[in-house]
């Protein structure tokens, strides 16, 4: 009987420490799984607050026409408000082997080729455009009236848009960032009126009579509530 109260003592005194161990143990993930969201929503927190800083536009731009913007009752946000004043960049787009483009120009939607590629040297920019790579097309082509959008991957390579958040910087400075676009034999260049930071749920791909050129990736890097838009406008050809 002896030997058999001891194994039970054993026994009990066993899972009772098995118990105190595996208490302490859960305590401890607890206390980990804790601070890791703390940090997550923290490090997601700090990475939204700087989101309104990449919104800015360039000096002279103007408010463009009513008729030019969203249809009256539509809900989401545009982008294709500000339009350039009459001859920006004009000779700037002369000195680099363009013809200048007038609004009323622009070709109808569904005459011109499509885009091949889009660059925007002041940011490293240099990617092609496929729908097999994750750039797609929507909307106008390059020189067509309307607006053309480039959603992008948010890669930090010249093949991606993630280098994008930069613009902000260039248009603080009040230099030129132009856009080029090339399709089929030509090569189309746009000037940069301004960025903005739209919701996701906000966000409608919009026109316009003018013809613009719309490079959105999402932002904070990684998460897709967000999107940085790079608005330009149509100038010249070459």
Not at 17 to 27: K, P
Not at 118 to 133: C, H, M, N, Q, Y
Not at 150 to 162: D, E, M, N
């Amino acid at each position: 009987m002896e030997i058999g109260l001891d194994y039970m003592q054993m026994r009990t005194r066993a899972q009772h420490y098995g118990m105190r161990w595996s208490g302490i143990a859960l305590l401890l993930l607890g206390v980990v799984l804790v601070a890791a969201g703390v940090f997550y929503y923290g490090h997601l927190f700090w990475l939204r607050s700087g989101l309104d800083d990449y919104a800015v536009q360039r000096q002279g731009v103007v408010v463009a026409e009513p008729n030019e913007s969203v249809p009256s009752g539509a809900d989401g946000v545009t982008v294709t408000a500000l339009t350039l004043p009459e001859g920006a960049f004009a000779e700037q787009a002369a000195e680099l082997g363009f013809e200048l483009i007038r609004a009323a120009d622009a070709a109808a939607v569904g005459t011109l080729p499509p885009a091949v590629s889009v660059k925007v040297p002041a940011l490293g920019i240099d990617a092609r455009i496929s729908e097999f790579t994750g750039t797609l097309r929507l909307s106008a082509y390059p020189g067509e009236r309307g607006a053309m959008w480039l959603l992008g991957p948010a890669g930090k390579g010249a093949a991606g848009f993630g280098r994008l958040t930069g613009a902000a910087d260039v248009l603080k400075e009040n230099e030129n960032l132009v856009i080029t676009v090339k399709s089929g034999t030509n090569e189309y260049i746009y000037l940069s009126t301004h960025t903005q930071v739209v919701s996701a749920s906000d966000l409608r791909l919009t026109s316009a009579e003018r013809s613009t050129v719309h490079l959105a990736v999402p932002v904070p890097s990684g998460f897709y509530d967000h999107f940085l838009i790079l608005n330009g406008e149509l100038v010249g050809v070459r």
